[in-house]
């Protein structure tokens, strides 16, 4: 499977790029003004406060009871919930987009995570830490121990980060539950773009996030 | 309305009759009077007529009336909200919340909360002179719902020529009455703070009320109801109610905390049946003082209220199809240790929401001080509390109150 659109960020001011993370950026700009949102795992609500001002209707879950408090702080429109467990309460077709952003990996089940996203959003936008990443390879290689990276520093026994995966097993997950990828984008240690087309396996070795846009599938 | 305090207390104190009455008719607040052409249409299919409606403000009504804030009180609160108590003289029940620099600032808003129809602090109710017989109302008064309460505050707001409140508050029964409000007058609410509540009243919750109404019942001095008319007043059997629904309204962790199994002013047990143990002596306080400031019949209609209380069945059955559409901003709060209305509850309301689309908040606060939490310092609610208001008060248009 190729991957290509590589996505420039466009029609961000500079100021929103220096208040902003350029992956909650390159997220934003997959989302269409005036669509209706649900971050998931939208922890201390930053990405939403990007989606609230540019015109989107934004609504969020958070796990913790301490971003929950900051996110209504903020004016944002949170509830307490686990992705693993309230999804199910959503309605089909509740909302335009369903984001998941770097939380699939600490859900205990990650498919029928994804699987809730598309019922509930018709479509929906992924990022997580990519496992296949050199570093992490090469942690695990040589220094022979779990990898810890600035962005991943969890212990293997405090992490909450149970379910990693690889930018090419996303993917095969993704053909699996016949999910359809609209987008996907490889992004570098200081979350920008890689902007080079090159085969799933370079991305795989040299992203260490994947963000993925999706849609339903014809199979579902 | 409770500091967890043991107080000695010898025997539950009997009251004066004529000490409870005068504020059931001519209460220390503002009231507003609505005569035979303006009825109040009960559920039970009964026009109310004329009646009654007391109430407390505070704070300034702006030029454009949209900064007004409706707090619904609990099953035993009344609308002395911020202010001294006319008969208890303590100070008013939800000061934590609502007073200068607090989420509730007069400085910002115009508060106003009034008694609820049924109750016994000047709106209208059973221990009221029903002027077709001149004697108090009793049993006579006809039974009332949450959704008459809030028509009725629909009558006041409309009588003080408001039109969209800028937030409903409430706590417990406040909270079912602010959760109707939406209900009822979805376009009339901007923002819905609904703390510690439900849309329905579980079936545990109708034992408990129902075991307070059998004490206030089996009293003989409750005389069918008509009590009244020999100026004599259930104390007893209200008093009983009183502390069974107390316990209800704490939690195990938050009694052992302030109580354990400390004695009350003595060393040993005394081999009686006297309040040895300080948890007995606090509920027996709790009793007596209840029954200084509340009508035993008022008790009984109020908690049948709360009992026929059910969003979801009056509308089919689905607790989403009542937010239908739904513009209000929603903030739901519970509290980890509440057992009357657990977050469960809040949850489902939550889910519901969720389901109508409505632009929710919800947060649950650690606290082991139970479902009376509301009422407590809890200073992560009013967090929570605060940052709902003001970004609902940024969205509504209104100034940034001073500080903030």
């Not at chain 1, 050199?134 to 040589?142: A, E, I, K, P």
């Not at chain 1, 995966?165 to 240690?189: H, N, P, Y």
């Not at chain 2, 009504?61 to 108590?85: E, F, P, W, Y």
């Amino acid at each position: 499977m190729s991957l290509q659109g590589v996505l420039p960020l466009n029609g961000f001011s500079g100021g929103e790029r220096l208040a902003y993370r350029p992956d909650h950026l390159l997220v934003a700009s997959m989302v269409e003004r005036g669509s209706k949102v649900l971050d998931i795992g939208c922890g201390d609500g930053d990405l939403l406060q990007l989606l609230e001002s540019r015109g989107i209707d934004g609504r969020g879950i958070e796990l913790s009871r301490e971003g929950v408090n900051h996110c209504v702080a903020k004016g944002l429109a949170v509830v307490q919930g686990d992705a693993d467990t309230d999804l199910v309460d959503y309605p089909d077709d509740a909302f335009d987009y369903v984001i998941l952003s770097q939380t699939l990996q600490a859900t205990r089940r990650p498919k029928a995570v994804l699987e809730n996203l598309l019922r509930i959003g018709r479509r929906a936008i992924v990022t997580f830490p990519n496992f296949g990443f050199w570093r992490l390879r090469l942690q695990l290689l040589v220094g022979g121990h779990m990898p810890r990276t600035d962005n991943l520093p969890f212990t293997w026994y405090d992490t909450p980060n149970i379910h990693f995966c690889t930018i090419k097993d996303f993917v095969q997950l993704c053909d699996e539950i016949g999910v359809k990828m609209e987008r996907a984008v490889a992004l570098d240690s200081y979350g920008r773009p890689l902007r080079v087309v090159m085969p799933w396996w370079f991305w795989n070795m040299f992203g260490e996030q994947g963000v993925f846009l999706l849609s339903r599938g014809e199979r579902r | 309305m409770t500091g967890l305090t043991p107080k000695p207390t010898s025997a539950l104190r009997t009251v004066a009759p004529e000490e409870r009455s005068h504020e059931v008719d001519h209460p220390s607040s503002l009231v507003a009077m609505f005569d035979t052409t303006k009825p109040l249409k009960l559920d039970c299919g009964i026009d109310l007529s004329p009646f009654q409606i007391a109430y407390q403000t505070y704070g300034e009504l702006n030029a454009d009336k949209s900064n007004a804030v409706l707090i619904c009180h609990a099953l035993t609160g009344d609308q002395h909200v911020a202010n001294r108590h006319p008969v208890t003289g303590k100070p008013g029940w939800w000061e934590t919340l609502v007073g200068p620099g607090r989420p509730l600032d007069p400085a910002r808003y115009f508060i106003i909360c009034s008694n609820v129809i049924g109750g016994c602090m000047g709106s209208t109710g059973p221990a009221s002179l029903n002027p077709a017989t001149g004697k108090v109302w009793g049993l006579d008064f006809p039974i009332i719902t949450i959704p008459d309460m809030v028509r009725a505050q629909a009558m006041l707001i409309d009588h003080l020529g408001i039109d969209t409140l800028f937030a409903v508050v409430g706590g417990s029964m406040g909270g079912m009455q602010a959760l109707q409000w939406t209900v009822a007058y979805p376009h009339r609410v901007f923002a819905n703070l609904a703390i510690a509540c439900a849309t329905r009243h579980s079936a545990q919750n109708i034992a408990f009320h129902e075991l307070g109404r059998q004490a206030v019942m089996a009293d003989p001095e409750w005389d069918h109801g008509r009590y009244a008319d020999k100026g004599i007043h259930p104390h007893r059997g209200l008093a009983v109610a009183r502390m069974a629904a107390h316990i209800t309204y704490l939690s195990d962790a938050a009694l052992h905390r302030k109580f354990g199994r400390r004695m009350q002013d003595r060393e040993l047990p005394t081999f009686s049946f006297d309040a040895d143990f300080q948890v007995e002596s606090y509920l027996r306080y709790q009793g007596s003082s209840f029954v200084e400031r509340f009508d035993a019949n008022s008790y009984l209609y109020l908690t049948r209220a709360m009992d026929y209380f059910d969003i979801a069945g009056d509308h089919d059955g689905v607790l989403a199809a009542a937010f239908r559409g739904i513009r209000t901003r929603f903030c739901v709060v519970s509290f980890t240790s509440d057992w009357l209305f657990p977050t469960s509850e809040s949850r489902a309301l939550v889910h519901a929401l969720n389901a109508s689309s409505a632009r929710v908040s919800f947060a649950e606060i650690e606290t082991d001080k139970g479902h009376d939490a509301f009422l407590l310092d809890v200073p992560e609610f009013f967090d929570i509390a605060s940052a709902f208001l003001d970004s609902a008060g940024k969205a509504r248009g209104l100034k940034a109150s001073k500080g903030s």
